[in-house]
């Protein structure tokens, strides 16, 4: 079983590069984002106390989000492993994953990091705002809180895999093809 963290700030490409290679490796792509986007859609509890987070550029907090992976994970016994897209975003969350991931006979075995300068994450997110009409990513101000909400609060994890040997940086500009064969080098590997 392969477990893979795709780790990155908003508008790296986490998103598109899971889409690609949770098809190459036969694994299952848990985007913590697309699971808040779902709840946020139909007014669940959660989804409303996300939105009220995210509306200000800040994190859910831990708890919601480990509950809510967790139950993601539960939902996929059959996995060949996980890609896991804007989770752990925390120490504590990075604790709990590897805590399940033992649970189920498993661990994680790297965090990939996509880096990108915040300039190019800047205009990538304001492009995709006028694309997709997300609300979070049509505000300069908002964008730019994301991102240094990022640095504060879950740049900390690249220490954290560090120490682990499971940290794999990865240039994450250039196009699709040429970001996922420096992606695939390094999943190989693993």
Do not use: W
Not at 1 to 14: E, Q, R, S, T, Y
Not at 54 to 82: Q, W, Y
Not at 89 to 95: C, D, H, L, N, Y
Not at 105 to 123: F, H, P, R, W, Y
Request: proline content about 3%.
């Amino acid at each position: 079983m392969k477990n893979i963290v795709l780790f990155g700030p908003p508008g790296a490409g986490k998103g598109t590069q899971a889409e690609i290679l949770k098809e190459k490796y036969q694994l299952v792509h848990i985007s913590t984002g697309d699971v808040f986007r779902y709840n946020i859609k139909n007014a669940t509890e959660l989804g409303n106390l996300a939105k009220s987070y995210m509306d200000k550029g800040h994190l859910v907090p831990d708890e919601v989000t480990i509950n809510m992976l967790k139950a993601e994970v539960e939902k996929r016994p059959e996995a060949n492993g996980f890609i896991f897209d804007g989770f752990p975003r925390t120490e504590a969350q990075a604790e709990a994953l590897s805590d399940l991931m033992e649970e189920k006979g498993t661990q994680i075995n790297g965090m990939v990091a996509l880096e990108v300068a915040d300039e190019i994450l800047v205009g990538r997110l304001l492009e995709r705002g006028k694309l997709s009409g997300r609300a979070d990513d049509a505000n300069e101000a908002v964008i730019r809180e994301r991102i240094a909400e990022y640095y504060r609060k879950t740049d900390i994890l690249k220490s954290y895999y560090q120490k682990q040997d499971h940290y794999h940086g990865v240039d994450g500009v250039g196009s699709i093809e040429e970001i996922t064969q420096r992606l695939c080098e390094v999943f190989d590997r693993l």
